[in-house]
């Protein structure tokens, strides 16, 4: 295919697209949830349990319902007893259906006791501060590692109920899940190795802190139906959620998805939008919640914490043998998410370590507690494994006296292998051996490895990790895209996939562009609404260029077959005696043509519908991005203090679509990975209360902070992918943390396994 037809540029893979947004949200549109909800919203607030543990006894609203302005209260008396979960999942969900929209129990500080509805904030708050509730007080468990099999129940209600029993849930032992994967004599194989490291390793519960707070406004249609405009990442799952939630069928919700100020895995959980629903169901009223930064961070949806054992046997040559992974998760008072990110944790760390290995086994424990229902967040469960299994093989570098990237370049997954902890795949398409040797070189590895001090005293250091993600869910997540041939011969692409800032507007229409010859400019992309648009699992688990994109390629194909014979009609010819050249159908002999303009007229005049196409794609794969990344870092010995000095990532996302929006993203994901290794403290007191409710307490690394970050890509080419492409929006945050915490090992001999590193705990390990 030409890049230049009549002058004009055609295609966009592999080009520096600008976003299709720009404009708008440079310029201040109003594009957000908040921008465009009507003026006479009901404000919608709640009322927050103070309590980690408890029942009500008694709530009084009574002088509340009084005060000027309200227009209703809701408290458990109010809503349907049916349960449902929050997980934005396809369905039937691997979450445990545990949560009502207000419950008499309540199970986490923040759990909301009543919903308050009134014509202003201020009105709301002020009428929260008369209700009146008595509240039994219970014992909580606040550590995972107590909750299973405990006395204290977390979820005792009859009508908790799991959808899918293989995972293990039970509530009468605080099981959200546990299951084992292995393939091999795992304890054979340990035994036969000449060393075994084995250790713990946690990562904590990190915020994905978004810019745009968790919000939604909800109104009633002139059909009687429910409207929700939300700022979500799953609009279709969004829309089954509020269904069942509110005990309606789903064809009585209508969801619409406006632009979204970032997400992070945070709005892949239906936070807050069964609030202002049921408001509306009651009133017959628009209503709008927006969290506060204090609700987003105390009653959300942040990255499981989770606790990693790993045993890793190997031979004295460096040979990896054998790997024994047991995962416990924390999920929090409800079970979001819990039974899927878990398992991430082993089959996408495990698997980077097949080339020699023997055996392996992966065993998991999600677990509920009395704390801040967890969620789902970039990586969603694959960068804590990955922490655990890539720190353990840092230590068995350190143990063999080996340089970790070479002991990496011996034992890494090759393109063709076979990945049996990869839920059995092959490795399709795999560079994850260029990118050691590509990050190697830009970081200069062999110069810098392990150490230097410098004249103030202070110590240079290095270290690597690797990472492996997936590209969508196999034989679950699906996508569709319909393309219209407009009257004056431009396209207009439907999708069902959520932009929430990362392009994927801009890259599905570059792949358009590319299929049907034509520039960018000329596909128009319209957003989400479950209406209209086809469906679409929702933006995550990394799928939307993979999974939407093949679907795009596929109703490219389509659409062109139909432009084709409708220009061949026109031409007065056979299909086959007539050549599609982007901007028009051509006669063979090049002697006559028809514009698509004429082709999409011709058609409606003749009383036709619309040239159009509407495909939906799957995959029975998921094919893995792979990534190396180089930390340096500068440590103060006499205070302990680390910081970033220089990072270098390099990614094989398969074919880049859009290397602008690709490097982006890589260069964000690399500051997030940061934060956690470093910065990211989430604290809670004894009663289980969330310290850390604010950016004054929870800290994450702002521009100045930003160390250099240097990125390149490494192009494999994926032949079940869209031009060959792989996803690139999880995996970028997962090197971080295991290689900053071996370049802190290099420079001083302290082993950090539970973040985050801190120069307490730096400090602390040099005296000891």
């Not at 408001?279 to 017959?284: E, F, I, R």
């Not at 932009?499 to 319209?526: F, K, R, W, Y």
Request: proline share 5%.
């Amino acid at each position: 295919m030409s890049e230049q037809k009549r002058g004009r540029v055609i295609g966009g893979v592999g080009k520096p697209v600008p976003k299709k947004d720009a404009p708008a949200l440079l310029t201040g549109k109003p594009v957000y949830t908040a921008d465009i909800a009507p003026k006479d919203c009901l404000c919608v607030k709640l009322l927050h349990s103070p309590h980690a543990h408890a029942m009500i006894e008694e709530i009084d609203v009574s002088r509340a319902q009084k005060m000027p302005g309200v227009a209703c209260i809701l408290t458990y008396k109010d809503v349907p007893d049916v349960r449902f979960t929050q997980a934005g999942q396809t369905y039937p969900e691997f979450s445990p259906y545990d949560r009502l929209i207000l419950d008499r129990h309540l199970r986490c500080v923040g759990d909301p006791v009543a919903i308050v509805a009134a014509e202003t904030e201020k009105q709301a708050l002020a009428a929260m501060k008369l209700i009146r509730v008595k509240y039994q007080v219970l014992e909580a468990i606040l550590d995972a590692k107590q909750a299973m099999d405990n006395q204290t129940l977390i979820h005792p209600e009859e009508n908790w109920r799991a959808l899918v029993p293989s995972c293990g849930a039970d509530n009468r032992r605080n099981l959200v899940a546990m299951g084992e994967d292995a393939h091999g004599d795992v304890e054979a194989e340990l035994a036969a190795c000449d060393i075994v490291i084995d250790q713990e390793y946690s990562t904590q519960a990190n915020q994905q802190c978004m810019m745009e707070t968790f919000r939604a406004f909800t109104r009633m249609d002139y059909y009687g139906r429910l409207e929700i405009v939300s700022s979500t990442q799953v609009p279709f799952h969004v829309r089954r959620i509020i269904a069942t939630a509110l005990d309606i069928p789903k064809s009585r919700v209508r969801v619409v998805k406006p632009r979204i100020g970032g997400g992070f895995g945070a709005k892949q959980t239906a936070v807050c939008e069964q609030y202002p629903a049921i408001v509306t169901m009651k009133t017959g009223r628009p209503a709008m919640i927006i969290y506060t930064r204090e609700e987003s961070m105390t009653l959300s949806s942040p990255r499981h914490a989770m606790t990693m054992h790993v045993r890793l046997g190997a031979m004295k040559d460096g040979t990896i043998r054998a790997i024994d992974l047991h995962t416990l998760s924390n999920s929090g008072a409800y079970g979001e998410h819990g039974p899927t990110t878990v398992g991430l944790s082993g089959h996408k760390s495990i698997p980077l370590y097949t080339h020699h290995m023997k055996a392996f086994r992966f065993a998991w424990h999600t677990v509920y507690t009395n704390t801040m229902s967890a969620g789902a967040y970039r990586g969603y469960g694959a960068t804590q494994g990955l922490f655990a299994v890539e720190s353990a093989v840092n230590e068995l570098a350190h143990a063999l006296n080996m340089d970790p990237a070479a002991l990496r370049e011996h034992n890494i997954v090759r393109e063709g292998e076979a990945m049996p902890a990869y839920y059995g795949e092959t490795a399709a398409s795999c560079a994850v051996d260029r990118c050691i040797a590509r990050a190697k070189e830009m970081i200069g590895w062999e110069k810098k490895y392990p150490a230097r001090t410098l004249e103030n005293g202070h110590i240079r250091a290095v270290g690597m990790a690797l990472a492996m993600q997936g590209s969508g869910i196999s034989n679950v997540d699906t996508g569709a895209v319909m393309i219209r041939l407009g009257d004056d011969g431009i396209y207009n692409m439907s999708i069902g996939a959520t932009d929430m800032g990362t392009g994927c507007d801009t890259i599905l229409a570059q792949m358009a562009a590319q299929s049907l010859e034509c520039p960018v400019d000329n596909i128009t992309v319209h957003g989400v609404d479950t209406d209209t648009s086809p469906y679409d699992c929702g933006s995550y688990a990394s799928s939307t260029t993979y999974v939407t994109g093949m679907a795009v390629v596929k109703t490219c194909e389509e659409l062109r077959k139909k432009i084709i014979r409708v220009g061949a009609q026109l031409l007065d010819c056979a299909e086959g005696e007539v050549l599609f050249e982007g901007d028009r159908v051509v006669k063979a002999d090049a002697s006559v043509s028809v514009t698509l303009a004429e082709i999409a007229n011709a058609h409606m005049m003749a009383g036709y519908e619309d040239i159009s196409a509407c495909i939906s794609s799957g995959s029975p794969v998921s094919p893995p991005p792979f990534m190396c990344g180089c930390a340096e870092i500068d440590l103060d010995p006499m205070t302990g203090e680390v910081n970033v000095v220089d990072y270098v990532g390099v990614v094989d996302c398969g074919t880049v679509i859009n290397p602008n929006l690709a490097m982006r993203q890589t260069e964000g994901g690399l500051l997030q990975g940061i934060g956690m290794a470093l910065y990211e403290r989430p604290t809670l007191d004894h009663l289980g209360r969330t310290v850390s409710n604010s950016f004054l307490q929870y800290k994450i690394p702002a521009r100045i902070d930003a160390p250099s970050i240097r990125v390149e890509f490494e192009p494999s080419y994926e032949p079940t992918g869209p031009f060959g492409a792989k996803s690139i929006g999880e995996i970028v945050i997962n090197t971080p943390s295991p290689a900053i915490a071996d370049a802190v090992y290099n420079a001083c001999g302290v082993r950090v396994r539970h973040l985050p590193i801190t120069s307490e705990k730096v400090l602390l390990g040099e005296r000891e």
